[in-house]
């Protein structure tokens, strides 16, 4: 992802290449300096273009006609329909934090805001994304856009912390990896100035000589991209070391300085000729010898590596240009015109190269593989863009692949990943997980095909249409209270009554023939057993009907199971109607009553008598029975009790 410059050159302490921004909700237009390392995108409250913000250590002074403009243009929190308040407070605290060690101090208001890249509707737009607001126009003049990975600390209750913009881009999948590439531009390169760069997730070659070093980040998290100086040279008309030892430096692009040992200050200043001011400590360039040190043209070579000594090293070279920095008005405290940014650092915590330093290095930092690359900038008007893509090792197959060139971690310098390998990356684990699925299907269905029929029901079971019915059931089991047309479910019981005990503790049941006539319907219920393991469906059909009662002659009768006992059986149950459990599909549907009231009828038949001892049976509560007519027991019995409803229409009188 490219990130295209403003087009605007910012800053009082240099012209600087700046970035668009839009804060707030409806877009509010900004222009900032990159930070390498902020973990926070800085922004100029309106607030800072009023006198009172023009107060310079204790005394005022005169604001700029044009304040808003030369400051990048200003935000108002108190428009943005999307601002979240987080509070106020410094960029650094106790010794520790962002530009802590170069001295930095600045108070702001932090707070949650909508944050996107690019002019109008360009780039990307995040939410709820850390903004702070400041108005002091020192130590920062201009806004700045934080590339830091460390999310934004708040020291309130329960510590809260926002993520950076660069690993919200990252979290959000909109970038390949966690990595960006980034040169500050040159005002005083080709025709018109070659304008900033800044790249997520991979790199420009066509900006940059390719080169083998290798460097690896630092694990202070505040001072990461730490290279080490072997050397600084000095070419000019003559040639002289500016470096008196090797020293670890910090590479970064918030300040603008090139932060040294004082006895390397005084090799350049020896070398170009420099006076420092003892109050700003700044070393001012008069018109005059900026015009002799422009036709000499000296230039400074830094000779870094990963380490202090030895390894594979990279020449950066400046002209002297990049130290002529143009400074204007309150930044030119000297009223001078041009300024070289050099400063003496108190310790090794401060040895820095500043943003000065990225107007000819391009630097590529890879935070996954904790690998970084310096290079030396190339200048070609009308260079057409080459970005490469860095993928993150969650992307690569074992992470043998990598954005950079395998023997030169960090180095963007090596070719590029070919379409057809990202293509393959992207392709085969669709195919994978098709496959998967598929090999999953089959599985399922070949487990269904061949799982055994349970002796009792463990799943719901469709059964053919039933007219409502209500059934009432003994305490140990579910209640059932509507079964409706046209399929319902078959619950299993809680507990399950098996045969013997119903053969032991009820007594024979006894159905009463309906008088009306009763119209057949087809009533399906589960077999008691597999019958798969021995004999087939229809063979299993015809043994169960050979099994039934024979047809009385006359009418067409059919007997209904009275083996098992009554489910519910309260003698207070409402009206209850006999249904029978198997009907014959071979006789005619119009069955006709048969009265079985009187002895002539019975021994017509062949039943018998009324009064025959076989039809006696003891009076209990289980024992359902029909109004005066005779008690028929029946041979079958084999059929689960919770498939059978029993009525006893009989009121309480009656029994």
Known sequence: MAIAASQYWDGVDGEWSSFALRVGTPAQNVRAIVSTNSPATMVVLSEGCTKQAWVINGTAIAMPDNCANTRGKTFNAGTSQTWAWQGQYGINDHNVGFEENLGYTQAAIYGHDTLGLGFASEGITLKAQTVAGFVDPYPF??????????PVNYSIEGNFSAPSYFTSLRAQNLIPSLSWSYTAGAKYRLKAGQVAQLVFGGYDSSRFVPNQGSFSLAPDVNRDIVVGIQSITYSGGTQQSLLPKPIYAFIES?????????????LFEKAFGLSMDPVSRHYPINDTHYAY???QDPQVTFTIANSISGGQTVDISLPFSAFALKVSYPFNATNA?????????DNDTQYTLGRTFLQEAYLTVDYERGNFSVSQCSWSDGATPAIATILSPDYMAGGSFSGLPENKAGNPAGTKISPGIIAIAAIVPVFIIVAIAILIYFLVRRHRRRRPISEVPTEDINLTQVDNITLATDKDHDTVSSISSPATTYQKPRHIVSQEELREHFSPRVAELPTPAIEQKAIHQLPDHDNRASVDYFTATRAMRAARTPEIQGAAVFELAGSEPSIGGSRNSSVRRATSRQLNRSYSANLAAVEMDDEESRQRTGLSPIGSPALRSPRTPDTIRGRGSPRIPSPISSLTPWNETFFDDRSDHER
Not at 254 to 266: F, G, K, M, S, Y
């Open 254 to 266: 918030t300040d603008t300085n090139i932060w040294l040992p004082v006895e390397a200050c005084r």
């Open 141 to 150: 003049y201009t806004g700045i856009f934080g590339l830091g990975t460390q």
């Open 293 to 295: 040190l422009k036709a």
């Open 337 to 345: 015109t041009y300024e070289f940014p050099l400063r003496r650092a």
